[in-house]
C-alpha cells in the first residue's frame, strides 16, 4: 500500500514563500505523475502543479505559473512544491497525489490520481 504524507504548511504573510514537501513510503512505481492539487473552502479541487517519473516533465496551472515550481528527490522519494509571492487566494488545504502511467492529457485530472495525501493547510494571510 502507498502512503503519501505532506509537510510544510503553515501561516506566511502575503508576499511570502512556503515550500512543501510530499514523501511517498510502502511501493516504488516506475512511471507515475506526483500532483498537487488544492481546495479551498467551499471551493473544488484544483489542479497545481505535477512532475513525471521518469521524464522529470513538469506541469502548472496557468494561473500559477511563474510562482511556483515542483521538484523532485528520487532518493529520499519526495516531491517538492516551492510557492512564492503567495497571496491571500492561494489559501487552502494543498494535497499530494500520484496517478500511475500517466498520459499527457490526464495529468490535470483529479479524478486520474489513484493515490492521495492527507493535505496540508496553507494560509496566507494578507
Known amino acids: 500500500q502507498l502512503q503519501l504524507v505532506e509537510s510544510g504548511g503553515g501561516l506566511v504573510q502575503s508576499g511570502g514563500s512556503l515550500r512543501l514537501s510530499c514523501t511517498a513510503s510502502g511501493r516504488t512505481f516506475s512511471s507515475y505523475a506526483m500532483g498537487w492539487f488544492r481546495q479551498a473552502p467551499g471551493n473544488e479541487r484544483e489542479f497545481v502543479a505535477a512532475?513525471?517519473?521518469?521524464?522529470?516533465?513538469?506541469y502548472f496551472a496557468d494561473s500559477l505559473k511563474g510562482r511556483f515550481t515542483v521538484s523532485r528527490d528520487n532518493a529520499k522519494n519526495t516531491v517538492y512544491l516551492q510557492m512564492n509571492s503567495l497571496k491571500p487566494e492561494d489559501t487552502a488545504v494543498y494535497y499530494c497525489?500520484?496517478?500511475?502511467?500517466?498520459?499527457?492529457?490526464?495529468?490535470?485530472?483529479?479524478?486520474?490520481?489513484?493515490?492521495w495525501g492527507q493535505g496540508t493547510q496553507v494560509t496566507v494571510s494578507s
Open positions: 512532475i513525471r517519473r521518469p521524464t522529470g516533465a513538469t
Open positions: 497525489a500520484l496517478q500511475l502511467n500517466p498520459i499527457s492529457s490526464t495529468i490535470r485530472t483529479r479524478d486520474r490520481y489513484d493515490y
